[in-house]
């Protein structure tokens, strides 16, 4: 008995901590004890769409089932892509941990922008041209200009959402993930800088929101190469996910696969062809991103 119901608690957490991954070139399958199940070989999901219907049928069974029939890989031999292959929509938001403000106006990196509150700044859009995997690494451009790492809290959106209200935002997120939001410094628009190829790496895969998954406690790090950059956690936040997402709802209708970039704490840094960039998340898993020419 006592084994039985050791067996139905390690269900429960795999049902409600579910890592949904897309590797070796649009695989979805989940990660679980460091190996890949792959979930497309069943024929049920073959698109990131499919993997959010599959995800919502989630019980015990499943579990069973995939750990017994699908093909699995382990973790350190795939190729891990962005989770979500082509958001139709990258929001992200600009100035939002109060010490990244202050940072920017003291190391001369604002280049003449108005550093204000993100409520006045309002939010901004990424190409989704620019996403890639961890496996895809930066390719840096303009290497003659000053190219700076800022590492994010991503939301990743699970159904239609439209002029949503802050206490239902998040019955609207599939889950989260880690983000780089690379940046060139210098004096042209915002988005215009931040949205080279591959200058939007999210992974290294979806956590699956969860009652116990709260995102304003999470801890974020990063590290280039040895040294470590930014150490935060998303308590300091000044507009709040929740907030975001009634903010961004109120602009734009979000869909399905549609990623909101929460914003960077201080720490922000130049990085250069060669640098690898080790960023982690506490409930959400850690990446390492290699930094290449273009």
Not at 206 to 234: A, C, F, W, Y
Request: aromatic share 8%; with cysteine; glycine share 8%.
């Amino acid at each position: 008995m006592a084994q039985s119901a050791a067996v139905k608690i390690r269900l429960f957490f795999e049902i409600f901590d579910m890592k949904l991954i897309n590797f070796n070139h649009n695989h979805f399958g989940l990660v679980m004890d460091d190996k890949v199940y792959d979930l497309t070989q069943s024929q049920e999901v073959l698109t990131f769409m499919d993997a959010l219907n599959w995800l919502k049928g989630r019980d015990p069974q499943h579990i069973q089932n995939i750990k017994s029939s699908a093909p699995s890989f382990e973790l350190k031999d795939v190729q891990i892509n962005s989770p979500v292959p082509s958001p139709g929509k990258v929001v992200a938001a600009p100035i939002n941990y109060k010490a990244h403000i202050e940072e920017m106006k003291t190391n001369g990196q604002a280049f003449g922008h108005i550093l204000t509150d993100i409520r006045q700044a309002g939010l901004f859009l990424k190409a989704s041209s620019s996403v890639v995997g961890l496996s895809q690494g930066i390719a840096q451009r303009f290497l003659e200009r000053r190219t700076d790492h800022e590492i994010e809290l991503c939301v990743i959106i699970g159904k239609l959402c439209d002029h949503v209200q802050k206490e239902e935002a998040l019955t609207y997120v599939a889950g989260y993930c880690l983000g780089l939001d690379i940046t060139i410094r210098g004096t042209e628009d915002r988005s215009f800088r931040k949205s080279l190829d591959s200058y939007t790496v999210l992974g290294p895969w979806m956590t699956v929101n969860h009652p116990g998954l709260d995102p304003q406690n999470i801890d974020l790090e990063l590290k280039v190469n040895e040294e470590l950059r930014q150490h935060t956690s998303t308590q300091d936040m000044v507009m709040s996910v929740v907030e975001l997402i009634e903010y961004a709802s109120s602009f734009y209708t979000l869909h399905p696969g549609d990623v909101i970039m929460t914003g960077t704490p201080q720490g922000v840094g130049p990085i250069r062809p060669g640098d690898t960039l080790h960023a982690k998340g506490s409930g959400l898993g850690q990446m390492s991103v290699k930094v290449r020419a273009a």
